[in-house]
């Protein structure tokens, strides 16, 4: 469900007040009512990325826009990779736990480990 603040308040202008009810449906609670008057409206502009903005932002670390991009791309695919590794084997590590447990329950003995 979209936010009600963002659908009532979208294509506003300064200067209009809207009134905004926000009823939550999964929520106990009673629906509540604000009055909102747009005083102004802003706007985030972000620089175009250059190699000096790099430079800057960085602290020299990176001395292009291609090398930075190039960084974060590896970044991300290393991320990528560490979760797809760690899932198979948090699970693997799970199952030997609870095969272990019920080793201990059962009073036979565990002795597998994991060096994962």
């Not at 329950?105 to 597998?112: E, F, N, Q």
Request: with cysteine; aromatic share 10%; net charge neutral.
């Amino acid at each position: 469900e979209e936010n009600p603040f963002r659908k009532a308040l979208t294509g506003k202008k300064a200067g209009e007040s809207v009134e905004i009810e926000n009823d939550q449906k999964d929520s106990a609670a009673e629906p509540s009512k604000y009055r909102v008057n747009i005083s102004e409206i802003k706007r985030l502009e972000l620089p175009e990325l250059t190699d000096d903005l790099v430079k800057e932002l960085t602290g020299q670390k990176f001395e292009s826009v291609a090398d930075f991009t190039a960084d974060v791309h590896i970044f991300k695919a290393l991320n990528f990779l560490k979760n797809l590794l760690f899932w198979p084997t948090f699970m693997f590590r799970m199952i030997l736990s609870a095969e272990c447990w019920r080793s201990v329950k059962t009073s036979a003995a565990c002795s597998v480990r994991s060096n994962i």
